[in-house]
Nanobody, 123 residues
């Protein structure tokens, strides 16, 4: 029902910048969704990088705070992740996630994931 497509990944030198985009489609109330960016390096678990609520409240992983910025465009139903001062340890596949809220006593919320975009940072 809801589709997420990430873009903007690539290979960049340490200290460089990259902006990831997540385009959503198929939903009707994007402004109510909780949105987040996760990343996963080979052989490691998928970890939360940044999130933004329907009220535009943002949270960041300790290691990216001050370097990454998450934002959302409700009109165009997109989420962005601006990544500055990239480090080799940022290398991973980055995934966009949406959580469609449920209705207590009626139905539970539903998670949707994009297929990911590769970010590689060379030293």
């Amino acid at each position: 029902q809801v589709q997420l497509v990430e873009s903007g990944g690539g290979l960049v030198q340490a200290g460089g910048s990259l902006r990831l985009s997540c385009a959503t489609s198929g939903g009707r109330t994007f402004n109510t969704y909780y949105m987040a960016w996760y990343r996963q390096a080979p052989g490691k678990e998928r970890l939360l990088v940044a999130s933004i609520t329907s009220a535009f409240k943002t949270e960041y992983d300790y290691y990216v705070q001050g370097r990454f910025t998450i934002s959302r465009d409700n009109l165009n139903k997109k989420v962005f992740l601006q990544m500055n001062n990239l480090k080799p340890e940022d290398t991973a596949v980055y995934y966009c996630k949406a959580v469609i809220p449920g209705v207590p006593g009626l139905y539970s919320g539903v998670d949707y994931w994009g297929s990911g975009t590769q970010v590689t940072v060379s030293s």
